[in-house]
């Protein structure tokens, strides 16, 4: 059984920084499709971040060049870096997991069966 659980959200102000990890259970993230998701009230749940198998990262318009996605794994550990954090960035971050096979769209919400249940990200100015 596929299981993922994010940890690290927390209350920021505007300019600071902040790690999610995500620890994966019942999946081989060296042979996964992971990603990054958010949503902020009232909004649909958008991707902001993957990483493939190999290692190839996807970033939205919207964080590209303040996050930074990354795994580790042999600890089956996945990560956001989030630097330059704005209120904008308030949102619950959701990890998400695919396993090996079939078509992969990195920020397609359909393209994870595979959720955890979220950790909020609060940014204040």
């Known amino acids: 059984q596929v299981q993922v659980v994010e940890s690290g959200g927390g209350s920021v102000l505007a300019g600071g920084s902040l790690r999610l990890s995500c620890v994966t259970s019942?999946?081989?993230?060296?042979?996964?499709?992971m990603g990054w998701f958010r949503q902020a009230p009232e909004k649909e749940r958008e991707g902001v971040a993957a990483?493939?198998?190999?290692?190839?990262?996807y970033y939205s318009a919207s964080v590209k060049g303040r996050f930074t996605v990354s795994k580790d794994n042999d600890k089956n550990i996945l990560y956001l870096q989030m630097n330059t954090l704005t209120p904008d960035d308030t949102a619950i971050y959701y990890c998400a997991a695919r396993p090996p096979g079939g078509s992969w769209a990195p920020l397609g919400r359909t393209s994870y069966p595979y959720w955890g249940q979220g950790t909020q990200v609060t940014v204040s100015s």
């Open positions: 990483i493939s198998a190999d290692g190839k990262t």
């Open positions: 019942g999946i081989t993230l060296s042979s996964a499709y």
